[in-house]
């Protein structure tokens, strides 16, 4: 009797979870490099799914919004900078265990205003080459070798 509860109660878990659908979720993010080819990379906070590793600024587009409009108005409210050039670089679509995500990167080649924390999100400029996988985003993962193999290129 004990052991027909567990699987039926496994059974129900199993076809709870192959039912439940992921949230999905648009990002708009930017990558800011300096004439010297680094990158500006941010911590994610602390208490937010994979703290502590670094990511490429920016956010969630919001309904009705465009992908550059997300990426201003995100790289204003965290890093203070207005985006003045930029362009399209990849589009990364990435499943977490509890949601999907489709992120759009843009190189950002212009911007007014020095960029500061104002989430109180650690920073750092980083060459792409000497930042490694294991500290980023897993999503972020393919757009830093896209940028090494570009760097690499031109190198």
């Not at 199993?14 to 300096?34: C, N, P, Q, Y």
């Not at 911590?43 to 994979?50: A, K, Q, V």
């Not at 930029?86 to 020095?114: L, Q, T």
């Amino acid at each position: 009797m004990w052991i027909r509860s567990k699987v039926q109660a496994v059974s129900r878990q199993a076809r709870l979870a192959g039912s439940t659908k992921l949230e999905s979720i648009r990002v708009a993010a930017g990558i800011l490099r300096d004439p010297t080819g680094r990158i500006l990379v941010t911590e994610r906070l602390g208490d937010s799914p994979f703290a502590g590793l670094w990511e490429f600024p920016g956010g969630k587009i919001r309904d009705g919004e465009s992908a550059p409009a997300a990426l201003r108005r995100e790289l204003a409210e965290e890093l203070g900078i207005t985006i003045d050039v930029y362009e399209h670089f990849m589009c990364v679509d990435h499943r977490y265990p509890d949601r999907r995500v489709s992120i759009e990167f843009y190189i950002v080649a212009s911007w007014k205003s020095e960029p500061r924390s104002l989430e109180g999100q650690a920073m750092r400029w980083e060459l792409p080459g000497l930042l490694g996988t294991e500290e980023v985003l897993p999503a972020d993962v393919p757009v830093l070798d896209a940028l090494r193999n570009q760097a690499a290129r031109a190198g």
